[in-house]
């Protein structure tokens, strides 16, 4: 069976590929704030509440060829006629505008169902310049900011409604049986993969030798899946560790500008693949926007985040101290409960706090948890706030591990929002902390 596609439409700078990108996590595609940055994908698997689906961005096109050639053009059309759903983007930042209503006007002979979504909506008021929108006919304008996230649940909760009914289904896992033991086994699953990224110049390759050095038995260096990370496996007490380094590649570009823009790619792809991030910041610096942008992204690629504020020896103003780590409260808020580390690559200050710090982190995320207490979380939550209108989850199990994916049984679809509440409720319950978790959803007939 295909896939259900949906295209992003609109014209161009509304802010399409930056919602692709927050769709999709942040994995694939890389947008920059100027011109000219070439998008690498067009067309990925995404997934929401367990849905699989294709989301395709249609870039600079506008209907009639406008801004790519007329092939092109034709192309993206026939893509469109295909779609399943349609997220036709506009920008509540600028209003209506004429490009907006010719693209509104092609779209409306469609037989599929077009979204319309007023991006850009940081703030409140700017979420009420929705209703302009109104205007082209396409029904409510959702609100969302692709760029912070804002609203983008719901977007995609909305989403997914209008796919057609037999594509709503989630794919279910093999469940698998799993009474009693809680706990990784290092035996039978690939070591774990901690990715070190940072902006140039935090202390990536001292951490990483330090890390690596100090251990005796490193067992061997392992080709990157990209040329530009190096895997090393280190066995430890805990059981072997992969790190992969994201340093070295500073010496390689003379232009600062460019060297931060590649520190980013490096780190998406390291952490693509990788089950934990050290997040390197250098504690002279304080957080800085490059540092916000990098753990953001780390963030929505759904990977965990441990803070390493470094060069933490070079500050020994008391004051400045909580300064920093107010700082890093404020502008790294969206990382919740990360750990955050206090360390001196150089002297090695502080560095062995990692190491039970990596194996909550690692253990949580290979955890799985029996059965019964699933089952036990669930049914204490339905009953302290049931779904309402008859609606319930009748089983439920933790189908995976990596990232931790529970499957609950219900016997009619839950709304969003309760899953949602479902979600806070198992990751509350088991201490998951920043470890991303999964629900999937398959409907059984009583
Ligand atoms: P596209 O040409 O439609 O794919 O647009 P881009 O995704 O490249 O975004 C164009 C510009 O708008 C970029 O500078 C983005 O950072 C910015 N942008 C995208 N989404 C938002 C948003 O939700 N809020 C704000 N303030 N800016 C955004
Ligand atoms: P990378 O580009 O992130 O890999 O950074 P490096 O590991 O090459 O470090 C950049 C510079 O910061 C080097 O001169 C290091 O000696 C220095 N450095 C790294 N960690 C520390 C630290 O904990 N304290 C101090 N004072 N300097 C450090």
New binding site residues.
Partial sequence: MSLPTVVVV?R????????FNRIVGGQVAI?E?RPGVTRDRKEVEAEWLGVPFLLV?T??WLPGGNELDEKVSRQVEAAVEQADVVLF?VDA?VGLTEDDESVAHWLRHLKAPVILVA????NDRRENERWEFLALGLGEPQA?????GRRAGDLLDVMLEALPEEARQPVSEIPLDDEGETLWNPNDVAPPRVAIVGRPNVGKSTLFNRLVGEDRSVVHDMAGTTRDAIDTMVDTPDGPIVFVDTAGMRRRSRIDDSAEYYSMVRALRAIDGSDIALLIIDATEGVTSQDQRLAERVDAAGCPIVVMLNKWELIDDADQRLEILAEVKRKLYFVGDSPILKISALTGKGVHKLRPVLQDAIEQYHRRVPTRDVNRVIADAQSRQPAGHGVKVMYALQGATDPPTFTLFVNRELPHTYLRYLERSIREAFEFGSTPIKLRVRKRSE
């Fill in positions: 609109g161009p700078n509304v802010g399409k590929s930056t919602l947008v704030d961005d870039g600079g983007v930042s991006n850009k909506a940081d969302v900011s692709a760029l912070h």
